[in-house]
Nanobody, 124 residues
Framework: QVRLVESGGGLVQAGGSLRLSCAASGRTFSRYVMGWFRQAPGKEREFVAAISWSVGTTYYADSVKGRFTISRDSAKNTMYLQTNSLKPDDTAIYYC?????????????????WGQGTQVTVSS
């Protein structure tokens, strides 16, 4: 049973930073792609970033490119999302997700496992 647990969210002023974590358990994740999604009130859940667990290849949504960095620590079975230069538009619940595969899909429907989410609020 795959379990994903996010942490690290909070309230931050515009221009600030947060590091989100996703602790993964229940599998060996070498064949997995892991992703971050976010969902703001009244909006669809949207792709933020993804990483290939085995080789570390990354992919970002245009809206966060240059500001957010996705990474993973295989020894700790933990994925991270470093968020810098935060804007009020980044306010959302951030979810981590996992799926077996070599591609990095941006559709939420391609991911099989989800965490419970962590709230990020950016004040202006």
């Amino acid at each position: 049973q795959v379990r994903l647990v996010e942490s690290g969210g909070g309230l931050v002023q515009a221009g600030g930073s947060l590091r989100l974590s996703c602790a993964a358990s229940g599998r060996t994740f070498s064949r997995y792609v892991m992703g971050w999604f976010r969902q703001a009130p009244g909006k669809e859940r949207e792709f933020v970033a993804a990483i290939s667990w085995s080789v570390g290849t990354t992919y970002y949504a245009d809206s966060v490119k240059g500001r957010f960095t996705i990474s993973r620590d295989s020894a700790k079975n933990t994925m991270y999302l470093q968020t810098n230069s935060l804007k009020p538009d980044d306010t959302a619940i951030y979810y981590c997700a996992a799926q077996i595969g070599a591609t990095m899909p941006t559709s939420r429907w391609a991911y099989d496992y989800w965490g419970q989410g962590t709230q990020v609020t950016v004040s202006s």
